[in-house]
């Protein structure tokens, strides 16, 4: 079956400072992995998803199948990047996603 | 707003009563999915649509609940003598096919009492 781990809950950082968001899978398949991201009071909606291979918002995930990660990084927070952040697999012919439990990201100015 | 819909945005209700929520997908998503999330856990997969079939049930989805999608357009999640365990957030997506990203609705926030 698979898994998504995020093993930290909260994060919080000062303004410009590297930020990374440590996400482990467990899957027996071709992996698809995403990132999600909840603001306050919004929906949770799609970051990005390994296979776009694109940076937004500066944040950028590089899937590594050795080490069965997918990171999220950015090299300099800003405040507006203080949200709950979630990992995710997809997986199946229904495409149906398992997150993780989710990490907090507070950036102090 | 185009995107997800879902009615109600919260319900409390009683331990043993009956609620349904609704769902209205993105126009034209054949795609539509339930899930579930409770306080510091991720979302967790309830059911899937392919258009007005259920094609996959989670084990989570015990026999109170039941979901329909009748025309492939809306669906709507019932549970049946609710207990205080199904409190929580039940959150609808829906994508196009395979390949797109799921849309996420803002939730119904269910509390039971």
């Known amino acids: 079956a698979q898994r998504v781990t995020q093993p930290e809950k909260l994060l919080s950082v000062f303004k410009g400072a590297p930020v990374e968001l440590k996400c482990n899978y467990s899957?027996?398949?071709?992996?698809?992995l995403f990132w999600y991201v909840q603001y306050s009071r919004q929906r949770l909606q799609l970051l990005l998803r390994?296979?776009s291979r694109e940076s937004i918002k500066g944040f950028t995930a590089d899937l590594n199948k050795g080490e069965t990660s997918f990171h999220l990084k950015k090299p300099f927070a800003q405040e507006e990047d203080s949200a709950m952040y979630y990992c995710?697999?997809?997986?199946?012919?229904?495409?149906?996603?398992?997150f993780g439990k989710g990490i907090t990201l507070s950036v102090r100015p | 707003d185009t995107g997800v819909s879902q009615d109600p945005r919260h319900k409390i209700t009683k331990r043993g009563q009956n609620v349904t929520f609704r769902c209205d997908p993105i126009?034209?998503?054949?795609?539509l999915y339930w899930y579930r999330q409770t306080l510091g856990q991720g979302p967790e997969f309830l059911t899937y649509?392919?258009?007005?079939?259920?094609?996959?049930k989670s084990r989570l989805l015990s026999d109170r609940f039941s979901a329909e999608r009748p025309k492939g357009s809306f669906s709507t999640l019932e549970i049946q003598r609710t207990e205080q365990g199904d409190s929580a957030m039940y959150l609808c997506?829906?994508?196009?096919?395979?390949?797109?990203?799921?849309?996420f609705g803002q939730g119904t926030r269910l509390t039971v009492v």
């Open positions: 126009s034209e998503h054949n795609r």
């Open positions: 899957y027996s398949g071709s992996p698809e």
């Open positions: 997506a829906s994508s196009l096919d395979y390949n797109t990203e799921a849309f």
């Open positions: 649509f392919q258009n007005e079939a259920q094609l996959e």
């Open positions: 995710a697999l997809k997986s199946g012919a229904n495409s149906k996603l398992t």
């Open positions: 390994h296979i």
